[in-house]
């Protein structure tokens, strides 16, 4: 059972062959015998997930069913849960129960989901290999010495692992589409705005959107179904129509031309990584696409712009966390000062202190234009490369990371290393653009990811030309050894 | 733009982030990679530019002036560390 996907378990559902009690059941026994080697949960929600199973089937029986009652998936942990462990990855939130749902828990919930649980990830969403988590790393199911990408490692391993048929993740930087592109799964993250993050910790607002992890784009269609809603408790989210996202999965791509950019396909890449980009291209032109070369001139700022906004965001955004009003809080506080800087100091990991420093430091009298504000302007640049790029491409196509999934510890020791994994995502967060990740080949038994990025709101397009290729092609069916 | 172990210091008590004496050396270190990766924006040229906030150049969205949020003090308090009578604990700031 645990290789059906999301509109499979949706359709057996409603055809009677299981009960989402029978099936929850299943996976959640999974998760038992197969997570205790992988770390891809915090917290396994065993008895709410029957709970919400049986209410599914009697939902069901009343016939009030939506496509998603009675299926089973998980939250990445940066997602708040009412009355259930909400971490964050972090030994500063490893006490705290939330006291409300996320807007997106909320969706799935009001559809009927089933939630098995929460997903690890890197702590507060910084790091891009799940190796900042306070719970310990998340293990890549293709090689359990390799590390799962971050920030939404757990979301990523816990569908590929086939332990979920799809997980709610989060993208700052790349967290969504990196970690989909190590473990071979499809993850889309949608235009900024597109989806409420009232209740999704905040770590760089500006760029922060929530979005999908499944194994087909089939299923991440579905998710957006639920996931995509006009929240006015989110002053940054969009008061927009939702489509149905399956409804065009199947149009023509025939004469769609994809924007190839020059500065995404580099010298130093390795050439068994672009030919694997390479030959997902050609399918593409099989199917009738164009291919058209492009130039996005200011990619090489888009690292150094996002580590001036981001971090300036987060040491705004992790100032709440102070020992005071939730969280952890530090033994004997000799004064307010001594329990402000020791709850903090030991509630947070190296890589969170560093960012909140960094940030400080932009931020800090006499730094603010020469840092934050030359980094917004140069955002402008940026984007303004893709509206340039978009009048003449539908859609955008590259490598998703530089390289497959790399080895743990390779490179915990050098921040800015681990910063350049994330070089082909960046740029569509600052730019607010949507961009999926699908598989499109391997590298010595690793999965390589396909990146597409899509104009403003364009989410149906992608996910119409993920659905096309995936259609053609068979690298989203293959598992992990020791998974199938 | 090397930062000297004071700076550090300097920046870590603006963040209140308890930093140990023995881990000072390592964050100067990381601290001065990462500034020498953001100041390759220097070069860039952002003359005429307006700088960018939001994505989508969205202004906020404003709404009626009435109460919209129930009283739920029991509920958040729980999961504070300290509390008595409605108020949060911390050591005592006015002597």
């Known amino acids: 059972m645990h290789n059906k996907t999301i509109a499979e378990i949706s359709r057996d559902l409603a055809a009677g062959e299981y009960s989402s009690t029978e099936i929850t059941t299943d996976l959640l026994a999974r998760v038992k015998d197969l997570d205790k080697g992988l770390n891809s949960f915090i917290t396994v929600t065993e008895e709410q997930a029957l709970a919400q199973a049986k209410a599914a089937d009697e939902r069901r029986a009343a016939g009030n069913a939506t496509p998603w009652t009675g299926v089973p998936m998980a939250h990445k942990d940066i997602f708040c849960t009412k009355g259930v462990l909400t971490t964050c990855g972090s030994k500063m939130l490893s006490n705290f129960e939330a006291p409300y749902d996320a807007t997106v828990v909320e969706n799935f919930n009001n559809a009927g989901a089933v939630s098995l649980g929460k997903t690890n990830m890197d702590e507060f969403a910084m790091g891009s290999s799940n190796e900042t988590s306070y719970f310990g790393p998340v293990k890549n199911p293709w090689d359990t010495d390799r590390v799962p990408g971050g920030s939404s490692g757990g979301s990523a391993a816990a569908v590929a692992a086939r332990l979920v048929p799809g997980a709610t993740a989060t993208d700052t930087g790349g967290s969504i589409r990196q970690p989909a592109a190590l473990c071979g799964i ?87 990584m672009q030919q694997q980009v390479r030959n997902a291209i050609a399918e593409y032109e099989k199917m009738g696409a164009k291919v058209k070369e492009i130039s996005l001139p200011n990619t090489h700022l888009s690292v150094p712009t996002y580590y001036v906004v981001a971090p300036a965001e987060c040491s705004a955004n992790l100032s709440r966390m102070d020992g005071v009003r939730f969280g952890y809080r530090c033994e004997d506080p000799k004064d307010i000062e001594d329990l402000y800087c020791r709850s903090r100091g030991e509630g947070f990991g190296n890589e969170v202190k560093r960012r909140i420093m960094v940030g400080a430091y932009a931020l800090s009298a006499g730094f603010y234009d020469a840092y934050y504000k030359k980094a917004q302007q140069v955002r402008r640049l940026i984007k303004n490369d893709f509206v340039e790029a978009f009048k003449d491409v539908d859609v955008i196509m590259s490598p998703t990371s530089p390289t497959p999934a790399f080895k743990f510890g390779e490179k915990t020791d050098d921040p800015v290393a681990m910063y350049l994994e994330d070089i082909f995502t960046i740029a569509t967060n600052l730019a607010g653009l949507p961009g999926m990740s699908v598989p499109c080949g391997q590298v010595n038994n690793l999965p390589v990811g396909l990146q597409l990025i899509g104009n403003y709101f364009d989410e149906a397009r992608i996910l119409n030309a993920g659905h096309k290729f995936q259609q053609a092609t068979d690298w989203h069916l293959k598992a992990p050894q020791g998974i199938e | 733009m090397a930062l000297d172990q004071d700076q550090v210091r300097k920046i870590a008590s603006l963040a209140r982030l308890q930093i140990d004496d023995g881990q000072i050396a390592e964050y100067q270190t990381n601290l001065t990679n990462i500034l020498d990766l953001v100041d390759q924006l220097s070069a860039a040229d952002t003359d005429g530019i307006d700088p960018m906030a939001h994505p989508l150049d969205a202004v906020q969205r404003l709404r009626a002036d009435v109460v919209t949020e129930e009283n739920q003090r029991e509920n958040f308090q729980k999961i504070a560390p300290a509390t008595e009578q409605g108020h949060y604990l911390v050591p005592r700031v006015v002597e």
Do not use: H
């Open chain 1, 186 to 272: 499809t993850g889309l993250k949608p235009t900024y705005g597109r989806v409420s993050r009232w209740g999704m910790i905040a770590f760089a607002s500006s760029l922060d959107q929530a979005g999908t992890m499944t194994r087909t784009v089939e299923d991440s269609a579905m998710m957006m179904n639920v996931m995509a809603s006009f929240d006015k408790k989110d002053s940054t989210c969009v008061e927009r129509d939702v489509p149905d996202y399956t409804s065009t999965l199947n149009d023509s791509i025939e004469g769609m031309t994809i924007g190839l950019p020059t500065e995404y396909f580099r010298d130093d890449i390795s050439a068994e």
